[in-house]
């Protein structure tokens, strides 16, 4: 049984629901409260922010949330569990958010999918996802459109891809892909790392011509296993900036005083670092 509290736009009960109807309730926000899970099949919806606060909110088809949703992920009040299960979907949101309780033990925050999915992050003003508690998990790919930034700062675990298509994706000092993503692609825009540890050392970084650089931040030495400019697999060395300091200097698609180090090309070459 799906149960709407209307004047609160929330989605309760501590059991399964599912939304096959279309909804349309304008621009007020619905709300994923108790430790249930709801499955949303419909398409076309139409409603505001959607906000998970408890349990799991979870898709059962593509952008079955408007994709002008601003999805914040966490709760407040008490110590809770909120899930955004893309159930290996593509769902395109306009933002993404988190909130985390700390007055009362804390909780999780998660994006996940056990099976190859797709969140298109489009924002259009800065935001920032990685309180203690929150990441990224499974097999979800995140694509940053949208012109202003996104930030994370924290330890994802997604064995998906990240792809900067527009704007920028700043990795905070704090923050990392994760070991298991090693696909990292800026097709434009920006990317920005750091640290050291924001991308796998087992990862492709791949960065098109035209317009699209990584910016490695002032002491930063990121390792990556293969690196592709444009359509050019790379040798194993270093790269970076006029006067970073590295092997190989390239202005077109690297930004910030960093290096990035290569450790294999098309050769098998290794670079051993002591």
Do not use: C
């Not at 791949?206 to 050019?232: F, H, P, Q, R």
Request: glycine share 12%; no cysteine; charged share 15%.
């Amino acid at each position: 049984m799906l149960q709407w509290v209307r004047a609160l736009r929330k989605i309760r009960g501590w059991g399964n629901t599912i939304l096959n109807s279309t909804a349309s309730i304008g621009t007020s926000s619905i709300q994923r409260d108790d430790k249930g899970t709801t499955l949303i099949n419909s398409t076309n919806n139409v409603w505001g922010g959607s906000n998970v606060l408890e349990g799991t909110l979870k898709l059962g088809a593509d952008n079955v949330l408007p994709v002008t949703t601003t999805l914040l992920i966490g709760k407040t009040g008490n110590k809770a569990d909120a899930v955004f299960d893309l159930n290996g979907k593509s769902q395109r949101v306009a933002s993404i958010s988190d909130i985390h309780n700390t007055s009362v033990g804390g909780g999780t925050q998660k994006i996940l999918s056990s099976t190859p999915a797709t969140l298109i992050v489009s924002n259009d003003t800065a935001i920032t996802f990685g309180l203690t508690g929150s990441s990224i998990e499974g097999e979800v790919t995140l694509v940053k459109m949208g012109a202003e930034s996104l930030t994370l700062t924290s330890t994802n675990a997604t064995s998906g891809s990240f792809i900067v298509s527009n704007g920028t994706l700043v990795v905070s000092a704090l923050g990392s892909f994760g070991e298991n993503s090693t696909n990292v692609t800026v097709v434009a825009g920006t990317l920005i790392l750091q640290s050291s540890v924001s991308v796998s050392d087992s990862a492709t970084l791949t960065i098109a011509d035209g317009g699209a650089k990584v910016s490695l931040a002032a002491g930063v030495n990121e390792i990556v296993d293969y690196l592709i400019l444009g359509d050019t697999p790379k040798r194993a060395t270093t790269y970076g900036v006029t006067g970073s300091g590295a092997s190989v200097t390239d202005d077109a698609h690297f930004d910030g005083s960093g290096i990035l180090t290569v450790l294999r090309d098309k050769s098998g070459t290794v670079i051993v670092i002591r």
